[in-house]
């Protein structure tokens, strides 16, 4: 589904994505594990047309997608959760859940998709007129899963979707991320707490200062002993 070949990314003089190459499958999970400034969310960034490569290549469906623009790629199935979240703070759940759906005119099935996202986030439904500010982190996490679910993605592009939350609010997103997953969207998911992520990945990558240095299946790097020491928390 996706074959990113060789890319060089750069912030002025940072050289910070050094000739990354990954390829993900349709129907998979694929989780991408790093320390903090690793790269993982420039690759995110680059993916979805919001940083340029300045060389190698990613292709999507089987045609080249570096240098587009942003809404393209969205309107070609990527959609990007960026970390922080990044809801619209003064309009309610459902105007960001609109928005998600920004670059779509059918509005019957808009109206149908925003029912679907509540099935998905029964929280969101509830709290449906609510200012999104004042929603928790974990209902924020919710509400820009949704929203990105909205543009009808087959890849979403999951950055940090764990941070900051609780432990119970983490195992409810996890929950929700395999349940997307199984009706049919691809994942890219970015991750620091590995655990999690390798619980429900079929496969990884180890991004270390802007170089792949690993990859597997989730199990070969649960059971590697380099893993676990430096992200496993040493178990
Ligand atoms: P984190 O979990 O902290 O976001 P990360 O693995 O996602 O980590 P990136 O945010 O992709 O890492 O950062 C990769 C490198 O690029 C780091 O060295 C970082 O300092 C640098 N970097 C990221 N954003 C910028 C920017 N806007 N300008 C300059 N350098 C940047």
């Known amino acids: ?138 209902e924020q996490q919710m509400l820009a899963m949704g929203r990105a679910i909205m543009a009808k993605p087959k890849l979403l592009l999951l950055d940090e979707p764990s941070m900051g939350l609780a432990p119970l609010m983490v195992k409810t997103i996890f929950q929700i991320i395999e349940k997307i997953n199984q009706d049919g969207t691809t994942i890219l998911l970015v991750e620091q707490n590995a655990n999690m992520a390798l619980s429900v990945a079929d496969r990884a990558y180890v991004i270390e200062t802007g170089r792949v240095e690993i990859s597997g299946t989730a199990a070969e790097l649960q059971a590697s002993e380099e893993i676990k020491k430096a992200y496993l928390g040493g178990l």
Not at 114 to 138: A, D, H, M, N, W
Request: no cysteine; net charge positive.
């Open 1 to 138: 589904m996706l074959k990113v070949n060789g890319i060089d990314v750069f912030y002025g003089n940072i050289h910070a994505l050094k000739g990354v190459s990954l390829e993900i499958n349709e129907g998979e999970i694929v989780t991408l594990i790093g320390a903090n400034g690793a790269g993982k969310s420039t690759l995110l960034k680059t993916l979805s047309g919001l940083l340029k490569p300045k060389s190698g290549s990613i292709e999507y469906l089987g045609s080249s997608i570096s240098g587009k623009a942003p809404q393209s790629i969205v309107k070609s199935g990527i959609s990007h959760v960026p970390e922080g979240r990044r809801v619209f703070a003064n309009m309610s759940v459902e105007e960001n859940l609109e928005l998600g759906a920004y670059l779509r005119k059918d509005s019957k099935e808009i109206k149908k998709d925003i029912q679907s996202v509540y099935e998905l986030f029964p929280r969101l439904e509830e709290r449906r007129k609510q200012l999104s500010g004042t929603l928790s982190g974990g």
